[in-house]
């Protein structure tokens, strides 16, 4: 199993995204893709990734890999999150044939209507969902 996390910006949302997977889904080969080097260093720093990258091409690539990808919803939109997501990064999220899991957040000029702002029980939820699509991985897609 092949978990793709994407983050920009500080990389929080990532990093606590990385921390949460890697309990849920110890087994899983997990890539850390930041949109710039601080969120990358960020998402370092939770010591959950087994492989780190930087950029649009990184992005680019470990969607093509990758079984599930996880992230803001800022990812599937081009110029999302201050213009951190290139029209190519939202593309290769929203074109690859892996499960999404996307959260989202009411940030960047963007309202999306019934998510409360920061609300704890998305985080759960986006985890638990990344937990049922591993484990159905895991018995054969059953």
């Known amino acids: 199993m092949n978990i793709l996390v994407i983050d920009g910006q500080g990389g929080r949302l990532g990093r606590k995204l990385l921390e949460g997977i890697r309990k849920i889904c110890p087994e899983a080969t997990i890539t850390a893709v930041g949109t710039n ?25 470990a969607c093509r890999t990758a079984d599930i990808i996880v992230g803001p919803f800022g990812i599937a939109t081009a110029d999302a999150m201050l213009g951190e997501i290139s029209p190519a990064m939202a593309n290769a999220v929203a074109s690859s044939l892996a499960y999404r899991v996307l959260i989202p957040m009411n940030l960047c000029n963007t309202y999306i209507a019934g998510v409360a702002h920061g609300s704890a029980a998305i985080m759960e939820d986006a985890l638990e969902h990344v937990r049922s699509l591993a484990g159905k991985a895991q018995d054969g897609g059953k």
């Open 37 to 61: 080097s601080s969120a990358t260093e960020n998402m370092l720093r939770s010591e959950c990734a087994d492989r780190l990258a930087t950029g649009e091409n990184a992005v680019i690539v």
